[in-house]
């Protein structure tokens, strides 16, 4: 009690919002893959073209965060959590109609949008220069404690109430209101934005480029990952809700830890290791099947699904490196929802393409979208190897030079 008494007013209230917010994604995370092939009889094309209104917000994220600067990043990520939390209870009341989940989708998503750069930045915001990867660490420590009490609690529901998809959603959505409340009391915060700002410098564009393979990693997973064990494997609701819940006591540990890391060995380090990692979880998904009987199968695509969820906590590494080459700490919070809004440049088409080449592919089809995934995986680490910190400062110097 006494480290909470002393703890900064604003980081105790943001630490809050993101607890809450993380009751809402464990909602997300074990129910909306179920609810669109169980619930609503999605085939793969069907799921795979749901993904362009998806993160279409996102590709639109520079504007609407730029639109809402007047607002601050505090009260503009409330007004996130407004948006996910209005869409989100939609999905559970709408009719099973596919143009309607196409709105409350979009709505949905607006929020988590606005929501994913902003966390980045108001968080970093509470660190010292020494000290943002383990910043990040504890917030995403925080944000995944409340993951694996959610997914415990839902995972009871399912199983043993067998609730059904609008409670559930429900849930989820009132977390979402009551994550909004905290960031309405919070004090503005020194070097947010006053005025609208878009940002794209040259400087960049390293930066720029790992947005756009980040995009194209993180969409593998997010539309085809769970799709495999739900379709292929036909597992239940309650199965993905244990796999999210695994998912989330090993966030616990593994976040904070990948922030040490951060701060330890470097952006560079970090960044090529998830991308190796990225390469061997999709030669998992593609081949496990034909080398090992069904249930050890099953058993390794689920642990490959559980490394690449924990994997995502290396996004903080690009939001360090950001943060680390800035020219002015103005840039930090525009750059960001930037690289959100370019990553969601592949998001938006990736999914589509990868639904032809799994239906078109036959049964074995998902192999085909994994080994996509794993060049993809080469083509990052490759990126990565071209990182220096401090890279960009030293550019803009050195043409302000030469304009000397």
């Not at 090529?272 to 496990?288: D, H, P, R, T």
Request: charged share 15%; proline share 4%.
């Amino acid at each position: 009690m006494e480290y909470l008494r002393n703890m900064d007013r604003n980081y105790l209230l943001f630490l809050l919002s993101t607890a809450l917010v993380g009751v809402a994604q464990s909602v997300d995370g074990s129910t909306l893959t179920n609810y669109l092939r169980d619930g609503l009889g999605m085939m793969i094309l069907e799921r795979s073209a749901l993904e362009f209104p998806r993160e279409l917000p996102g590709l639109f994220m520079v504007g609407i965060i730029g639109m809402l600067a007047f607002l601050g990043d505090t009260r503009t990520m409330m007004l996130g959590n407004l948006f996910s939390a209005a869409g989100m209870f939609a999905l559970g009341m709408i009719p099973p109609d596919y143009a309607l989940v196409v709105v409350s989708i979009f709505v949905y998503n607006v929020g988590t949008h606005i929501y994913m750069p902003l966390s980045n930045s108001i968080g970093m915001s509470f660190a010292s220069a020494s000290d943002l990867g383990r910043s990040l660490g504890r917030m995403n420590a925080v944000n995944t404690l409340t993951l694996v009490l959610s997914s415990a609690v839902l995972w009871v529901l399912f199983t043993f109430w067998h609730i059904s998809y609008t409670t559930a959603f429900t849930i989820g959505a009132v977390a979402f209101v009551l994550a909004a409340v905290p960031l309405f009391f919070m004090k503005p915060l020194e070097g947010t934005r006053k005025t609208p700002r878009f940002v794209f410098r040259k400087e960049y564009k390293l930066y720029y480029w790992l947005s756009v393979l980040f995009g194209a990693r993180k969409q593998i997973f997010i539309t085809f990952g769970p799709w495999v064990l739900v379709d292929i494997f036909r597992q239940p609701v309650a199965t993905m809700t244990m796999l999210f819940f695994i998912v989330s006591i090993a966030g616990i540990f593994v976040k904070p830890w990948i922030g040490s890391v951060i701060d330890r060995y470097g952006e560079k380090r970090v960044l090529s290791g998830e991308a190796i990692c990225f390469f061997l979880v999709c030669l998992g998904y593609a081949f496990a099947a034909d080398f090992l009987p069904y249930s050890w199968a099953l058993l390794l695509i689920c642990f490959c699904y559980v490394v690449d969820q924990a994997l995502n906590a290396v996004s903080m590494a690009r939001a360090t490196y950001m943060r680390k080459i800035a020219l002015v700490p103005e840039d930090i919070s525009p750059s960001l929802s930037l690289g959100t809004s370019i990553d969601h440049l592949v998001t938006m088409v990736l999914p589509i393409l990868g639904g032809f080449v799994w239906y078109n592919s036959g049964p074995d089809g998902y192999k085909y979208v994994f080994l996509g995934g794993a060049a993809i995986a080469l083509l990052n680490f490759i990126s990565t190897r071209f990182i220096r910190i401090g890279g960009a400062k030293e550019e803009a110097v050195a043409a302000g030079s030469q304009k000397r």
